[in-house]
């Protein structure tokens, strides 16, 4: 079982940044590949960002790439999201994901565990 906790979110403008955490307890957190989803409001959640177990591989939305950074310190068992440039758009609550195992899943049905989510909202 791993436990998942989100920090980090906000209110800001747009073009400002915020670093989201997602702080992990549990099961070892350097077998789990790591997951950033987002759901606004009457949306679907979506994906956002993925890093592997060691942090050699990540990927992004392609709405997201360029501004965003997803990283890991397994000393730490932490995981992270740096957003910058954020948009009215990047309007949500945020969730980390953790996946046991191989691969690395860019949906919601690869991840075995779920934070709470964070709200971040950016105004214009």
């Known amino acids: 079982q791993v436990q998942l906790v989100e920090s980090g979110g906000g209110l800001v403008q747009a073009g400002d940044s915020l670093r989201l955490s997602c702080a992990a307890s549990g099961r070892t957190f350097s077998w789990y590949a790591m997951g950033w989803f987002r759901q606004a409001p009457g949306k679907e959640r979506e994906f956002v960002a993925a890093?592997?177990?060691?942090?050699?591989?990540?990927y992004y939305a392609d709405s997201v790439k360029g501004r965003f950074t997803i990283s890991r310190d397994n000393a730490k068992n932490t995981a992270y999201l740096q957003m910058n440039s954020l948009k009215t758009e990047d309007t949500a609550v945020y969730f980390c994901?953790?996946?046991?195992?191989?691969?690395?899943?860019?949906?919601?049905?690869?991840?075995?565990?779920w934070g709470q989510g964070t709200q971040v909202t950016v105004s214009s």
């Open positions: 994901a953790a996946k046991l195992g191989r691969g690395i899943p860019l949906v919601t049905s690869g991840y075995d565990y």
């Open positions: 890093i592997s177990w060691s942090g050699g591989s990540t």
